[in-house]
Nanobody, 118 residues
Framework: QVQLVESGGGLVQAGGSLTLSCVTSGFIFSAATMTWVRQAPGKGLEWVSSISGYGITTEYSNSVKGRFTVSRANDAKTVYLQMNSLKPEDTAVYYC???????????RGQGTQVTVSS
């Protein structure tokens, strides 16, 4: 079955950087669009970024554009999210999901906590 395992979260000061990873299995990764979403305390899921199969196209929400970079390694079946210039409002649980930015995000991992202190 589909499995998504995120890692790389942690506590960082504002202005710092983190790189999240999501290792996948159970589907043909190279052709799949992958999406990162996040959920801040008390809020719903928020779309962050998507990358198409083979990494041909990438998309970013306005809140992270210019600071975050999504990438993938198809040989390792892994998708990454490089996060720079982190802000306290980036604090959330980050999830990797299989599907596009317009999907329901139902197929996702357990998440990884990112906390940005001011």
């Amino acid at each position: 079955q589909v499995q998504l395992v995120e890692s790389g979260g942690g506590l960082v000061q504002a202005g710092g950087s983190l790189t999240l990873s999501c290792v996948t299995s159970g589907f043909i990764f190279s052709a799949a669009t992958m999406t990162w979403v996040r959920q801040a305390p008390g809020k719903g899921l928020e779309w962050v970024s998507s990358i198409s199969g083979y990494g041909i196209t990438t998309e970013y929400s306005n809140s992270v554009k210019g600071r975050f970079t999504v990438s993938r390694a198809n040989d390792a079946k892994t998708v990454y999210l490089q996060m720079n210039s982190l802000k306290p409002e980036d604090t959330a649980v980050y999830y990797c999901t299989k599907g596009s930015s317009t999907g329901d995000y139902s197929i996702r991992g357990q998440g990884t906590q990112v906390t940005v202190s001011s």
